[in-house]
């Protein structure tokens, strides 16, 4: 296996040489845990690795540590030490989100990514607007989106065909297929982009089916799918770790977790600059602050009415609208938080100055 077919690239290359001098080998993370992380080597291996204290020290937010699909410069150290990642190579692409509950933090789902595929069902899990959430993360990431409608084994020809059509009017361009990872149809689709060195992840709800199309593409059964939970009972979300793979015949695939509660990592301008177009029609509404409800002269809903904006899309607008002001509070809040938290700590410094003041007058007799 060579550095190629784990995805490595004359940009990565161009990064590596001071790391090399040092005697630091390239390889790519394939699997994160909470105490370390597991990285490819050229030729194929496999070593645990830790992070230097320096790196974790040197990284100023979650996101700026490795993620799996990252390269990093490897101290492969003496036989029976553990591996140690001395140093982190940019990245061509990120996938993140942001971190569920409150907290205004990002998480990078994966790094160097060619290809993000969602997959979904015509079924408990269909939603376009979700869909629509992905494609704007996906979109940021600089990746080409890719959909699946999985399981169509369960469900009626006809009803997958109206349930990708509706995804295809929210998608963009993006490829919308119709799957069965069970029965291996339509997987043909990532055989196509899964070319010797392309890095593909996938994405969606928990139960839709990403390890079983991983283990279908791999002809194998690698990752655990929701079966195996099933004898150990331990409930729905059987991925837990994000793990890349290399496949024989060439390709990379990422399967990740199950996102459960999955939130934009973004601002109010990317959100504004994925509804363009409706923003575009609002400014030809007859009242400056048309809500776009009931207000005479509104082109939004004259635009439904003809049909040149899906209802669909018209009702993400209007929940977008919230989502910003949402944001914005959050941002505020984790910024007073902040603040709070550096006021806090000049004063305990000072306090700690004062009383170290104290100690020395003291030990000197004067107080
Ligand atoms: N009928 C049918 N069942 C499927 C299909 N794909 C997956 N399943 C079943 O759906 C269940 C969940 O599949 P997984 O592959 O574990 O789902 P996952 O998306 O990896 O789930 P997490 O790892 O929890 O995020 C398993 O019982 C699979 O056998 C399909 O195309 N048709
Ligand atoms: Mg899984
Ligand atoms: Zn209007």
């Not at 349930?163 to 929210?170: P, T, W, Y």
């Not at 004898?231 to 977790?257: A, K, Q, Y």
Request: charged fraction near 30%; glycine fraction near 8%; include cysteine.
């Amino acid at each position: 296996m060579t550095l190629e077919d784990l995805g490595w690239s004359e940009f990565f290359a161009g990064h590596i040489d001071p790391y090399a001098r040092e005697g630091l080998v390239p390889a790519r993370l394939v699997r994160e845990t909470k105490i370390n992380y597991g990285a490819l080597l050229e030729g194929g291996r496999e070593v645990d690795c830790v992070l230097s204290g320096r790196l974790w020290h040197e990284a100023a937010t979650d996101a700026d540590l490795p993620a799996v699909g990252d390269w990093v410069a490897l101290d492969l150290g003496s036989d029976g030490d553990e591996a140690v990642i001395r140093g982190h190579l940019p990245r061509v692409s990120k996938l993140s989100r942001k971190l569920p509950g409150k907290v205004a933090a990002e998480q990078v789902i994966a790094a160097n990514v060619d290809v993000v595929v969602v997959v979904t069902d015509p079924g408990a899990d269909f939603s376009p607007r979700r869909i629509e959430r992905y494609l704007m993360l996906i979109d940021r990431c600089g990746a080409k989106p890719v959909i699946l409608l999985n399981k169509a084994d369960l469900f009626a020809r006809e009803d997958c065909e109206a349930a990708a059509e509706a995804l295809r009017e929210v998608s963009g361009g993006a490829d919308v297929r119709i799957t069965s990872a069970l029965a291996d149809e339509g997987l043909d689709v990532l055989r196509e982009y899964l070319q010797p060195g392309t890095t593909i992840t996938l994405v969606g709800s928990s139960g839709v089916g990403k390890s079983t199309l991983v283990n279908q593409l791999m002809g194998a059964e690698q990752q655990d799918t929701d079966d195996v939970n099933a004898v150990t009972g331990r409930g729905r979300h059987t991925t837990i770790s994000r793990e890349l793979v290399v496949l024989e015949e060439g390709g990379i695939l990422i399967d990740n977790p199950g996102v459960r509660e999955l939130q934009m990592w973004t601002d109010e301008a990317d959100l504004r600059e994925s509804f363009a177009d409706v923003d575009e029609l609002a400014m030809q509404c007859r009242f400056r602050d048309c809500k776009h409800r009931e207000d005479a002269g509104c082109a939004i809903r004259s635009a439904m009415d003809t049909g040149a904006l899906s209802p669909d899309r018209y009702e993400s607008y209007l929940n977008l609208e919230e989502e910003i002001a949402e944001l914005q509070k959050r941002q505020k809040k984790r910024r007073m938080t902040v603040e709070r938290r550096a006021k806090r700590n000049r004063k305990v410094k000072a306090r700690n100055l004062a009383d170290r003041i104290d100690i020395d007058k003291e030990e000197r007799g004067e107080l």
